[in-house]
């Protein structure tokens, strides 16, 4: 059974850190992008950012360019967001996702990406 599971969501203040973890399982992602999108309360899911299957190339949603960073560690099967500067707008839950394809025409669609995670929660406080 394929599995992503999130980790390392929490409480912190404006300002703060945090690194997401995806832990990837019953099958091996190396060969496949990945993302992350996240969903505030009322609102629907987004975009955050994605990365290609050897990480060379990697992309992010405009209101987190420069303060969030995604990475991938393939021998380990699991992908990360790093968050710096986080913002109270930042507050959702974050989901990894991963495309069983080679590589997808819109890293930023949901409709690319067929397995998910449970997602953890982040949320910032001002």
């Known amino acids: 059974q394929v599995q992503l599971v999130e980790s390392g969501g929490g409480l912190v203040q404006a300002g703060g850190s945090l690194r997401l973890s995806c832990a990837a399982s019953?099958?091996?992602?190396?060969?496949?992008?990945m993302g992350w999108f996240r969903q505030a309360p009322g609102k629907e899911r987004e975009f955050v950012a994605a990365?290609?299957?050897?990480?060379?190339?990697?992309g992010y949603a405009d209101s987190v360019k420069g303060r969030f960073t995604i990475s991938r560690d393939n021998a380990k099967n699991m992908v990360y967001l790093q968050q710096i500067n986080l913002k109270p707008e930042d507050t959702a839950v974050y989901y990894c996702?991963?495309?069983?394809?080679?590589?997808?025409?819109?890293?930023?669609?949901?409709?690319?990406?067929?397995?998910w995670g449970q997602g953890t929660q982040v949320t910032v406080s001002s």
């Open positions: 990365i290609s299957w050897s990480g060379g190339s990697t």
């Open positions: 019953g099958r091996t992602f190396s060969k496949n992008p």
């Open positions: 996702a991963a495309s069983s394809s080679y590589s997808v025409n819109d890293f930023r669609s949901q409709n690319e990406y067929q397995y």
